[in-house]
């Protein structure tokens, strides 16, 4: 399985200001996705990150308020922007390899917004 | 459109068998996953099912009925350290790509 990691692991922000989260997968990789995980919630998919080409955005969400970057197949980011309290919560990225169909987690960023 | 349903809790004995069913409407489907979530660290991989039937890997195994859109994780010889939220998840292939989505997740409390 692909190890993930992500950058920060927590981050704590004042209003109005954007964050960029990294996510860098060990291998090549065919698919990465960035979640949204609100408190005590499931996960709700954001955006697919395509390499060398925008994003694909999941209804109610769009690049103006989460550019996401993808410039090889081992790395992304995702931008929190303009961010207000709403937008704290728990972001995960995934990836899905060559050899497997399994998606696999990073270990998230707890983003808190006062 | 795609919708995914879990139990929202349930609660059973350490040593006991229990069985967390989900089931899910989509356009596209392509497989179903199961994740173990513990609070505060991120979901890990389970198992997967694409086909009718009952995958089994130890004290987990997972069945897929296509045809009624429906599957079931059961948890043998319960332990402790499986309280967690359990969350089932589709993927869905259209246009020629795909996505995974998640159901909303079931918390299992095991009791001593």
């Known amino acids: 399985s692909a190890v993930i990691s992500q950058k920060p692991s927590r981050d704590i922000c004042q209003r109005g200001t954007s964050l960029t989260i990294q996510c860098q997968v060990d291998?090549?990789?065919?698919?990465m996705f960035w979640y949204r995980q609100q408190p005590g919630q499931s996960l709700t998919l954001i955006a697919t990150?395509?390499?060398?080409?925008?994003?694909?955005?999941e209804s109610g969400f769009v690049i103006d308020k989460f550019p996401i970057s993808r410039p090889n197949l081992t790395f992304s980011t995702l931008t929190v922007s303009n961010m207000s309290p709403e937008d704290s919560s728990i972001y995960l990225c995934?990836?899905?390899?060559?050899?497997?169909?399994?998606?696999?987690f990073g270990p998230g960023t707890r983003l808190t917004v006062l | 459109g795609q919708n995914i349903d879990q139990p929202t809790e349930m609660t059973a004995t350490e040593g006991a068998i229990v069985q967390i069913n989900c089931t899910y409407q989509t356009s596209g489907f392509n497989g179903l996953f199961w994740y173990q979530q513990h609070a505060g660290e991120a979901p890990t991989f389970l198992s997967y099912?694409?086909?009718?039937g009952l995958e089994e890997k130890g004290r987990f195994s997972s069945f897929l009925s296509r045809s009624k859109g429906y599957s079931y994780l059961l948890l043998k010889e319960l332990q402790m350290k499986d309280s967690a939220s359990y969350l089932c998840a589709v993927r869905d292939q259209t246009s020629g790509t795909y996505k995974y989505i998640f159901g909303t997740g079931t918390r299992l409390k095991v009791l001593a």
């Open positions: 995934s990836s899905t390899g060559f050899v497997t169909d399994t998606q696999y």
């Open positions: 099912n694409v086909l009718d």
């Open positions: 291998s090549q990789v065919t698919m």
């Open positions: 990150a395509n390499q060398g080409s925008e994003a694909t955005y």
